[in-house]
């Protein structure tokens, strides 16, 4: 090879390398990641939370991440959600453990009652409890997923239809809507018969007398339109308290860059926090509401409310004992949750 030859090549490459430089650079490949839940439309978790959350994320991506959102029960019914994350259908999905406790079982923790009362204390308190193991290992990762972000609802109350209710003793024997696990372990206790149905289908069951009434979240009432059937509530029962999560495939997770992940973490802490103050501030409200609505509201006085935690108490050793045979650590889980509810209640 000749010197002028290989002075030729150096030139023609630089020469290649400067032309590549001065190209307009490529933007990072945008990523659409796929959304779905059951709630209805409407309801306030989607209008202050989930809708807030996609175009926060959007935002602080520089509009690298966008979101195709399937609400409502689009893709698939709230049983459906779990397989359809694992599966690919999804990217993110409505996973809430109370729904899924043969597969998340030390997530229930958050399901026995009287733990909290506050939105706002009871979801930073777990999501710092779920985000760390040994609930995020054995429940999340071990199912290919995570937690992205989650509320926890206002707590559950009872709410009948054409049934004689003045306080808790005239539970029993009602049939009444609840979730399987702890919620229905805590109707027992008070001497009600739990049904196990889904919350898209409580308004259905009410109305044929299916059931005789619901243990159901108080702000959610007329999202699911049940003020329509119901015309008795019975306030301060504080029997249970719904964590309403999405997750993420974990592989999706991986594949985003360190940047997407602090992106979609501000944006969550951003979601849950906004969700928990208008879950607060509109419990609040509901009372007169609903008794503007026709609906005759009995709120329990502090010797009924004692009395509920009495016949509640059992459900907490229970879950212990039932978990620890199993070897399951659930007794550290719960006292982890009981110090991270006592560090919000005080901040």
Do not use: C
Not at 49 to 58: A, I, N, S
Not at 249 to 274: C, D, F, G, T
Request: charged share 20%.
């Amino acid at each position: 090879m000749t010197k002028n030859t290989t002075l030729d090549r150096f030139a023609a490459g630089a020469a290649l390398v400067i032309a590549i430089g001065m190209m307009p650079q490529i933007a990072a490949a945008e990523v659409t990641l796929k959304v779905a839940d059951t709630f209805p439309p409407g309801h306030y978790i989607v209008e202050t939370g989930t809708t807030y959350w996609m175009d926060r994320v959007t935002e602080l991506t520089d509009g690298e991440i966008k979101f195709q959102y399937f609400g409502a029960g689009q893709l698939g019914s709230l049983r459906d959600m779990f397989s359809m994350v694992q599966t690919g259908v999804v990217d993110i999905g409505y996973v809430p453990p109370a729904y899924n406790g043969g597969t998340m079982p030390l997530a229930g923790v958050h399901t026995l009652p009287g733990l909290f009362s506050q939105s706002t204390v009871g979801t930073p308190a777990f999501f710092e409890t779920v985000t760390s193991d040994p609930i995020l290992e054995n429940d999340f990762l071990a199912n290919g997923m995570r937690p992205v972000w989650g509320v926890m609802t206002s707590t559950y109350n009872l709410f009948t239809r054409d049934q004689d209710v003045s306080g808790i003793d005239d539970i029993k024997g009602l049939k009444l809507k609840t979730i399987a696990g702890n919620m229905a372990e805590s109707v027992k206790a008070l001497g009600g018969a739990p049904v196990d149905i889904p919350s898209p289908e409580t308004y259905q069951a009410i109305r044929t007398g299916t059931v005789d009434g619901t243990i159901f979240p108080t702000t959610s009432i007329y999202s699911y339109k049940l003020d329509e059937v119901i015309d008795t509530a019975v306030l301060g029962l504080d029997v249970f308290v719904y964590w309403a999560p999405y997750v993420i495939r974990e592989e999706v997770w991986q594949e985003l860059s360190p940047e997407h992940q602090q992106a979609i973490q501000k944006a969550s802490q951003e979601a849950m926090q906004s969700v928990a103050e208008e879950t607060d501030r509109s419990a609040a409200e509901l009372e007169d509401k609903m008794r503007d609505s026709g609906i005759e509201v009995i709120v329990l006085d502090e010797a009924q409310r004692e009395k509920v935690k009495s016949a509640t108490a059992p459900v907490f050793d229970a879950w212990v004992s039932g978990l620890q045979e199993r070897g399951l650590p659930a007794g550290e889980v719960l006292e982890m949750f009981r110090a991270n509810i006592e560090k919000h209640q005080t901040q």
